[in-house]
T-cell receptor, first 115, second 114 residues
Framework: EAGVTQSPTHLIKTRGQQVTLRCSPI?????VYWYQQALGLGLQFLLW???????NRGNFPPRFSGRQFPNYSSELNVNALELEDSALYLC??????????????FGEGSWLTVV | GDSVTQMEGPVTLSEEAFLTINCTYT??????LFWYVQYPGEGLQLLLK?????DKGSNKGFEATYRKETTSFHLEKGSVQVSDSAVYFC?????????????FGRGTSLIVHP
């Protein structure tokens, strides 16, 4: 069974540009989470999508946005890139349901460098 | 809100040494507890989990016991290998108003020397 897949794996963008990162969850998983992992920092929660709806977002500016498609895949968009957006962006997915299905599984991440 | 506190790294050990990485948490209710591992240049992999008090999660020689009385979930391994060098994250998955958002510690880097 395929795990969580993310694309692209690496990319370099210029300050001010926009970027779109993509994530395909594990088959049967309906929740998708996005985290940012900047160098030397832990995981910062960005967004949570479930059944096509944005359920929660972390403490990030509005230029970080995303969506979830009917097939449960997801996109993360970052507008007006800043140097400090350079980070590993991790996507994770989870089965539908309550506390008994609370394990999330991560993809390999997308490395974004802003120059 | 929920929080996870891990010991500061890096933890540097010689091969075959005993490993302990401390993790304590603050949460309402009865969260599940997890350890994830991140090898260099990769995403996070689930290492082990425990869902209720006194449960012991184990995998690949690593163990952690859910201690509700001390709100702890310390990671242990009896004999580490060079290949265990990675960053280890403690996490909990509770519910806050029906919102299932896992909370992670800052991670502890483990370096194992031959």
């Amino acid at each position: 069974e395929a795990g969580v897949t993310q694309s692209p794996t690496h990319l370099i963008k210029t300050r001010g540009q926009q970027v779109t990162l993509r994530c395909s969850p594990i088959s049967g998983h309906t929740s998708v989470y996005w985290y940012q992992q900047a160098l030397g920092l832990g995981l910062q929660f960005l967004l949570w999508y479930d059944e096509g709806e944005e359920r929660n977002r972390g403490n990030f500016p509005p230029r970080f946005s995303g969506r979830q498609f009917p097939n449960y895949s997801s996109e993360l968009n970052v507008n007006a890139l800043e140097l400090e957006d350079s980070a590993l962006y991790l996507c994770a997915s989870r089965l539908p349901g309550g506390p008994g299905t609370d394990t999330i599984y991560f993809g390999e991440g997308s490395w974004l460098t802003v120059v | 809100g929920d929080s996870v506190t891990q010991m500061e790294g890096p933890v540097t050990l010689s091969e075959e040494a005993f490993l302990t990485i401390n993790c304590t948490y603050t949460a309402t209710g009865y969260p599940s507890l997890f350890w994830y591992v991140q090898y260099p240049g990769e995403g996070l992999q689930l290492l082990l989990k425990a869902t209720k008090a006194d449960d012991k999660g184990s995998n690949k020689g690593f163990e952690a016991t859910y201690r509700k009385e001390t709100t702890s979930f310390h990671l242990e391994k009896g004999s580490v290998q060079v290949s265990d060098s990675a960053v280890y994250f403690c996490a909990l998955s509770g519910t806050t108003g029906g919102s299932y958002i896992p909370t992670f510690g800052r991670g502890t880097s483990l370096i194992v020397h031959p």
